[in-house]
């Protein structure tokens, strides 16, 4: 869907918006289910871990199953963290705190590392860990990260390519998140309409031409900026911008 009109002459809406919003209804019901099939996951996952525990405390347990109890103990927690990290983000709480950055960038990469791997996709990460907590909604953020980085992807789909997700300072009072892709490029004539709504370069079905434009104004509203480089057949460079005082939310 490339600018097309919301309504026809005749009032009626346009058949690709309606269908857009019948999957975005879809999507949303499903998430609402996922929300109570993640809490469920919660409670066995809690026994396994448990239960591994209790497994490597003990002294004549032999060193082959000790090193698979510990591999079990290990992923379960992995898909713990998970999938608390998924009920808070599917909760519509707005919650302003303190964010760290790099642990925010880790649970998406890792939310996203399926769907990196489908597509052949080699993440790169160079984190700076004494980048300073930030003032602001954590899911929010997540969104911005997922935006991004799931645009990445896809437009690395075709033959996989690598995606660099770094963090850095960015002056005295700011901090910076920069995602660069080894895709495609952006052709001269689209870059500069990609954050304006309903554009997309995506095939039909696979973008609303929304996911930039929000992007743009959660960041925005955070008080902070988020820009774009690109050469066609070159890749495309994401970098948003953050301060790290406290902004006020719109």
Do not use: W
Request: hydrophobic content about 40%; some cysteine; proline content about 3%.
């Amino acid at each position: 869907m490339k600018n097309q009109p919301v309504r026809h002459s005749d009032g009626a809406i346009n058949e690709d918006l309606l269908s857009q919003l019948a999957y975005n209804e879809k999507m949303a019901e499903l998430g609402k289910i996922s929300a109570g099939v993640v809490h469920e996951l919660n409670a066995p996952l809690s026994v396994i871990i448990s239960a591994s525990q209790m497994i490597m405390r003990e002294e004549d347990v032999p060193e082959f199953v000790r090193e698979m109890v510990a591999r079990i103990n290990s992923e379960a927690q992995r898909l713990s963290r998970l999938t608390r990290g998924l009920l808070n983000f599917s909760s519509h709480d707005v919650a302003t705190g303190e964010v760290d950055l790099n642990l925010t960038t880790e649970f998406i990469l890792e939310f996203l590392s399926y769907e990196a791997a489908r597509r052949g996709v080699t993440i790169l990460r160079q984190l700076d860990y004494h980048l300073p907590v930030i003032q602001l909604d954590a899911n929010l953020l997540k969104q911005i990260l997922l935006n991004i980085i799931m645009n990445a992807l896809q437009a690395m789909e075709a033959d996989g390519g690598k995606l660099l997700v770094e963090t850095a300072f960015a002056g005295k009072d700011k901090v910076c998140l920069i995602i660069a892709d080894s895709g495609p490029g952006i052709p001269p004539e689209s870059i500069g309409k990609i954050f304006d709504p309903y554009f997309t370069t995506k095939k039909a079905g696979e973008g609303t031409g929304l996911g930039l434009f929000v992007t743009k104004k959660l960041v925005e509203n955070m008080g902070g900026e988020i820009k774009v480089a690109s050469r066609n057949g070159g890749g495309t460079t994401f970098t948003v911008t953050l301060a790290v005082e406290e902004q006020e939310q719109e």
